[in-house]
T-cell receptor
Framework: DTGVSQNPRHKITKRGQNVTFRCDPI?????LYWYRQTLGQGPEFLTY????????KSRLLSDRFSAERPKGSFSTLEIQRTEQGDSAMYLC?????????????FGPGTRLTVT | DAKTTQPTSMDCAEGRAANLPCNHS???????VYWYRQIHSQGPQYIIH???NNETNEMASLIITEDRKSSTLILPHATLRDTAVYYC?????????????FGKGTLLTVNP
C-alpha cells in the first residue's frame, strides 16, 4: 500500500454512459498525476495538477475527459459518453515537489470496462 | 524526453542476481535514469534513479555507463515476488514537469 487510494477499483459501464473515478493522494503531496494503461502497454500520461491547478493535459485527453482537484486534495477524473476504446486501467500517482529525488507513488488503479 | 530500449523479457533463477539492461543513447545532460516496476494488477512502484554515478538502495543497484548511454538495474538476490514488468525511464530533474513516459518495459520472470 503506497498510501494513494483509488475508487472504485473496477467499473463496468455501457457505452455512452458517464463515469467518474476518484483518487486520494498522500496527504502532503502537492502534485497529482493521471495515467491510462491499456493491455500490454506501459502507462500513458493524461494530465497533472500542482495543488489545485491543472498544469498540463495530454492530447490523449479528449473533450470527453475532465479532471479536477478541488482544494488541492483528492482528484476526480470524469469520462463522458464512454466509448469502448476508453476501456483501460486508470492510474493515479502523487508526489511532493520540489524535492530532490522525489518519486511518484501510484495507486492501485481503476479498471474500466466499457461494454 | 530521451527514448529507452529494453529487452521484452528475461528469466532469472530465484536467489540469483537479475541484471536488466536499458539503452538510452539520446539522453541529455539534465536527464536522469529512473526505474519503476509493475507487479501484475498493481500500480507501478518506484525502484531507484540516478544521474551519472552508480546508486544503491535497499531494493536494487543502478549502474550507469560513463557515457550515460546505457544502464543496468541489478536485483542482487531475486525472489519470486520480483516477477514484474520493469520500466527504464529517462526524465528531467524532479520539480520540473515530471510526467513519466513509460515504454513497454521488460517482463522479468523469476523461476523457482
Amino acid at each position: 500500500d503506497t498510501g494513494v487510494s483509488q475508487n472504485p477499483r473496477h467499473k463496468i459501464t455501457k457505452r455512452g454512459q458517464n463515469v467518474t473515478f476518484r483518487c486520494d493522494p498522500i496527504s502532503e503531496h502537492n502534485r497529482l498525476y493521471w495515467y491510462r494503461q491499456t493491455l500490454g502497454q506501459g502507462p500513458e500520461f493524461l494530465t497533472y495538477f500542482q495543488n489545485e491547478a491543472q498544469l498540463e493535459k495530454s492530447r490523449l485527453l479528449s473533450d470527453r475527459f475532465s479532471a479536477e482537484r478541488p482544494k488541492g486534495s483528492f482528484s476526480t477524473l470524469e469520462i463522458q459518453r464512454t466509448e469502448q476504446g476508453d476501456s483501460a486501467m486508470y492510474l493515479c500517482a502523487s508526489s511532493l515537489v520540489p524535492q530532490w529525488g522525489t518519486e511518484q507513488y501510484f495507486g492501485p488503479g481503476t479498471r474500466l470496462t466499457v461494454t | 524526453d530521451a527514448k529507452t530500449t529494453q529487452p521484452t523479457s528475461m528469466d532469472c533463477a530465484e536467489g540469483r542476481a537479475a541484471n536488466l539492461p536499458c539503452n538510452h543513447s539520446t539522453i541529455s545532460g539534465n536527464e536522469y535514469v529512473y526505474w519503476y516496476r509493475q507487479i501484475h494488477s498493481q500500480g507501478p512502484q518506484y525502484i531507484i534513479h540516478g544521474l551519472k554515478n552508480n546508486e544503491t538502495n535497499e531494493m536494487a543497484s543502478l549502474i550507469i555507463t560513463e557515457d550515460r548511454k546505457s544502464s543496468t538495474l541489478i536485483l542482487p538476490h531475486a525472489t519470486l515476488r520480483d516477477t514484474a514488468v520493469y520500466y527504464c525511464i529517462v526524465n528531467q530533474l524532479p520539480g520540473s514537469n515530471y510526467k513519466l513516459t513509460f515504454g513497454k518495459g521488460t517482463l522479468l520472470t523469476v523461476n523457482p
